[in-house]
């Protein structure tokens, strides 16, 4: 989507939500600004305070240092970055892939609460140390993503008959009896094209086009379910463990499909493949929290980082009532204490998108609005 483009949706969202939304178009990011003063602590670490052991995950860090070169904040990046590195992977991200989770212990201690890496946290790091290093010409983050990449092919993808070279969730705890358990949340198709792009091992294009494969196959009745399984010689099956239900994994899907290049060759498919999904959440004044992906029944209310996820696909769909529905609803909602991490990280995605901070072009690669002066917008 071009920014002349964005810049009327956004300027129509401006005027029918709330005056507090029209802010200059050079200004800081002011809902990063918030979730930084709710979650991110003075040396970098994402917490979640809704958890008794005031945790935090690979997939927090990750985030935020997304954000953080969205927000042209070096600095916070940096103390993210140190953060991640010295706590989740032993000091040396080349060698180790981030701990899944880290927090306090049963014992009152502080450290590494489960040792297993996340393999969609893992891929954000890589992309953004790469694009950091892109964007920022810094030529060490650059080497460090380069790196990060490659152990991820190293382990976290397997070969699956049938697929081909497939990204599993974790090295450890997905693969039994010839049964893999995948979850198309962790396949950002943007990610693994850029990042495979930088690469240049033909391994990240036969990951992209596998990846692929599982997001369709993970929403055969037009939504997507947080887990889905694949074994031979029968192919993709319904996860034994979530029967599948599409709710807090599956709602970053939307996400990733929404926030696509224009001249993504995924897009169109994905927008097909999601057309009910969307239909559904235009008639309704928020999003779902679960839907059961055999009957697009719909159950509960969401959270306001759900909604956020689900308006890039509203805007692709021309749903301009629904979008503006949803964005006065996360915008009134969202960053209001310290107990929502996840939906609050979502809000970022969606209010980010939707408002002209951030863009992916047709390789993957970022493109935050600070790249772009301020008058040619």
């Known amino acids: ?23 200059a178009e050079c200004d800081t990011w002011p809902q990063w600004q918030r979730f930084k003063q709710l979650y991110v602590s003075g040396d970098g670490r994402v917490i979640d305070a809704s958890s008794t052991r005031q945790v935090t995950v690979s997939e927090g860090q990750s985030y935020a240092l997304l954000f953080a070169l969205i927000a042209n904040d070096p600095a916070m990046y940096a103390k993210i970055l140190r953060w991640t590195q010295n706590n989740l992977s032993g000091a040396d991200l080349t060698r180790t892939l981030p701990a899944w989770q880290w927090g306090r212990s049963d014992a009152g201690t502080w450290g590494v609460l489960d040792q ?13 140390l790469l694009q950091a290093g892109s964007l920022w ?3 060490s983050y650059r080497a460090l993503g380069q790196s990060m990449s490659d152990r991820i092919l190293a382990e976290e993808v397997a070969w699956v008959p049938g697929l081909g070279p497939t990204l599993l969730p974790a090295p450890k705890g997905f693969v039994e009896h010839q049964t893999w358990r995948l979850n198309a949340s962790y396949l950002p198709l943007q990610v693994l094209r850029a990042i495979g792009r930088s690469s240049g091992n033909r391994v990240w294009r036969q990951l992209l086009e596998s990846s692929q494969k599982v997001i369709v196959a993970s929403a055969r009745h037009g939504a997507a379910a947080d887990w889905i399984g694949y074994r031979q010689p029968d192919g993709f099956v319904t996860d034994s463990q979530t029967q599948g239900i599409g709710g807090y994994d599956a709602i970053r899907v939307y996400l990733w499909a929404g926030t ?14 999601f057309a009910s999904v969307i239909a559904l959440a235009a008639a309704r004044p928020s999003a779902p929290e679960i839907l ?11 959270s306001p980082g759900f909604s956020a996820a689900l308006m890039p696909l509203l805007s692709r769909a021309n749903a301009q009532a ?8 996360v915008s009134e909602s969202a960053l209001q204490s310290d107990q929502h991490y996840y939906s609050d990280a979502l809000s970022l995605f969606g209010l980010g998108w939707i408002e002209g901070r951030y863009r992916f072009d047709g390789n993957g690669e970022l493109k935050p609005q600070w790249t772009v002066p301020c008058t040619a917008r």
């Open 292 to 302: 059961d992906t055999d009957t697009l029944r719909a159950h509960g209310d969401g």
């Open 1 to 23: 989507m071009s920014w002349r483009r964005l810049g009327v949706i956004a300027c129509a969202l401006l005027t029918v939500t709330s005056a507090r939304a029209a802010t």
């Open 137 to 139: 010409h810094d030529a």
């Open 322 to 329: 629904a979008l503006q529905a949803y964005h006065t609803h």
């Open 260 to 273: 696509l290049s224009d001249s993504d060759p995924a897009l169109k498919l994905l927008s097909r493949q």
């Open 116 to 128: 297993n890496s996340a393999s969609d946290a893992d891929l954000w790091i890589a992309y953004s």
